[in-house]
């Protein structure tokens, strides 16, 4: 059975647990990951008996190539989407119907409802994603490249840092590099704040230079082809403001900690405590707004999710970043984020690029 096909069997296990007998899947992300169609526009009907995949025409030799045999509904032209998937549903004629209750579009939705009155629909959060969570070795591999693309890139751009540079040239020159090394792009559009810009978590880069302040914090990473990575370092380029040094040492000891208190069977609030107590300790805790890291894989945000009352339980597999950070309004902000995979007897740190004080300086 390939890879797809067991996914597929696990989903049909948990959409029995939620007590109907077929998924609309419409998250196109989910459809990649039980299918290995890299296109959009389509969605899947899993269901007991098999599945059927509800595309148009102008994916069909894509479909050949990707995924020979599934089941297709080809829409023909003049068939709206919401019609072809009303068709396939009949084709598949479940007694129940579920659908994602996240992803599902309220005009989809109403149409089913309304060509198919006697179809019960069940609303189901988070089925595909829960199997998404638990990394198999080809997905891990995709994860190392999409690191490896990232990390090459800023070691060029850090060794091309003028004190004329924008934000924006770092951004652009980090796109730049990593797609020169097969990346499909970005994972997100490139965080790069310059001085007290750093302590915006979200910063979009601007015209501002590097020579306006002494430091830029670096938020970024490579989608390796259908996988993400994504990292965070802090660069001293000229003369950091005074309190820089003790607030980078303080994130760096929680984020150490929160890594080494990585372990199968602890639960996700557990480690994000870790990071927490270590902040609010230093005095920080009202300044470290932010959940502890985010799962990543197909989507840059994806479960489990390290932050308080997250009561995932850790398993070998999960790939989530860890990125405490710290943010003084106006002054400065720090964040260091590494990307890491739970392992069974620990975790393994799939990002490599140092992160001590002294390799901040650039
Ligand atoms: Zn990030
Ligand atoms: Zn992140």
Request: proline share 5%.
């Amino acid at each position: 059975m390939d890879r797809y096909a067991a996914r597929r069997d696990k989903l049909r296990k948990l959409i029995h647990k939620a007590r109907t007998d077929a998924l609309l899947v419409t998250r196109f992300v989910n459809v990649t990951y039980l299918t290995g169609f890299t296109g959009d526009d389509s969605y899947l009907i899993v269901h007991e008996g098999g599945e059927l995949l509800v595309t148009d025409p102008r994916y069909t030799e894509q479909l050949e190539s990707e995924c020979p045999g599934l089941a297709l509904e080809v829409r023909r032209p003049g068939v709206k989407m919401l019609e072809g998937t009303v068709k396939a549903i009949e084709r598949v004629k479940p007694e129940r119907l579920g659908i994602e209750a996240e992803s599902i579009t309220v005009g989809l939705r109403d149409e089913i409802a309304e060509k198919l009155p006697k179809l019960p629909l069940v609303a189901t959060k988070g089925l595909v994603e829960e199997l998404r969570m638990i990394k198999d070795k080809q997905e891990l591999d995709e994860i190392r490249r999409a690191v490896w693309q990232a990390e090459k890139a800023f070691g060029i751009i850090k060794a091309m840092i003028r004190p004329g540079a924008t934000e924006r040239q770092i951004a652009n020159d980090l796109e730049y590099q990593m797609r020169c090394d097969g990346a499909k792009g970005c994972s997100f559009t490139p965080i790069v704040g310059v001085g007290p810009r750093s302590a915006l978590p979200h910063g979009r880069p601007t015209d501002a230079k590097f020579s306006d302040a002494g430091f830029v914090l670096i938020d970024w990473g490579a989608c390796s082809g259908l996988y993400m990575s994504d990292l965070t370092r802090v660069l001293v380029t000229g003369q950091p403001p005074a309190r820089l040094e003790k607030i980078y040492k303080i994130v760096l000891e929680a984020q150490e900690a929160a890594i080494d208190a990585i372990h199968p069977g602890k639960k996700c609030e557990e480690i994000d405590k870790v990071a927490r107590e270590v902040i609010t300790k230093a005095g920080y805790g009202k300044q470290f707004g932010h959940g502890l890291g985010h799962g990543i894989g197909l989507q840059i945000h994806e479960s489990p999710r390290f932050s308080v009352g997250m009561t995932t339980v850790l398993e070998p597999g999960m790939t989530i970043t860890v990125e405490p950070g710290i943010y003084l309004p106006g002054q400065l902000g720090v964040r260091i984020e590494d990307d890491i995979v739970v392992t069974k007897s620990g975790c393994e740190v799939l990002t490599h690029l140092p992160k001590r004080w002294e390799d901040a300086w650039v």
